[in-house]
Nanobody, 117 residues
């Protein structure tokens, strides 16, 4: 499984961004997750989705603001981020694993999201 994340950038506080994670290989049995990591801090779970059922899972810090979704035809998972805050400024990673909260075995490269105040 190979994952390619994209969509990061600079946005003002209160704005929106959509991250994409294009997957190649067999992903139908996996959970697809988004994580984020600030410099010097541990990687933090953001959201996950079951590729087969579409069930979704969110960290409390993003619930109601972020939405994870998938497009099976494009083999792509999205993270729609609304009402962005300066503290959302970190590198975001997508990953594939066997349970929604881990472990995750395959990781894409990070994409940087910067939210200006």
């Amino acid at each position: 499984v190979q994952l390619q994340a994209s969509g990061g950038g600079l946005v003002q506080a209160g704005g929106s961004l959509r991250l994409s994670c294009a997957a190649s290989g067999r992903t139908s049995n996996y959970y697809m997750g988004w994580f984020r990591q600030a410099p010097g801090k541990e990687r933090e779970f953001v959201a996950a989705i079951s590729w087969s059922s579409g069930s979704t899972y969110y960290a409390d810090s993003v619930k109601g603001r972020f939405t994870i979704s998938r497009d099976s035809a494009k083999n792509t998972v999205y993270l729609q981020m609304n009402s962005l805050k300066p503290e959302d400024t970190v590198v975001y990673y997508c990953a594939a694993g066997t349970y929604p909260y881990g472990p995750y075995y395959y990781w894409g490269q990070g994409t940087l999201v910067t939210v200006s105040s």
